[in-house]
């Protein structure tokens, strides 16, 4: 099967790793299995069947305390569709399961990289993200 699409470029857009202080470090450093990975993705119509798709990755706690870091990386991608697609939802597929599939690697390794530089080199992303069991969750 050939792509409806093609992917021109790929970037970091925005990039935030936050710890205000010490005491904050050592107790996240003991809490961050608590913290949890979210995702959104949206996008935007450019001009010539052009999308800028931005994806964010934002690393969590959800719990109320006073010491938290924040981690969060907006990843863009301009992509390029191919004129045959016309059905919106061939559209949303390609934006939500195909687009983020093939980025994920590139997204998965600069996030990792932002989280160990920060301090937290132990962190690893244990479940890969199934965006198309996501996509088909959110279509029902």
Known sequence: MTENFKILAEFVKDISS??????TYIFVKENIAKYQLNIDINSKALKNKMIEVNTTLKFEDKEPNGKKSYFEIVYA???KVNEEVKDKKDLERILLCDVQNKIYPNLEKTFLNLLHNSGFPEIKLDKKIDFTQLY????N
């Open 18 to 23: 936050e710890t205000p202080d010490i005491q």
């Open 77 to 79: 991608s301009i992509v």
């Open 136 to 139: 088909k969750q959110r279509s």
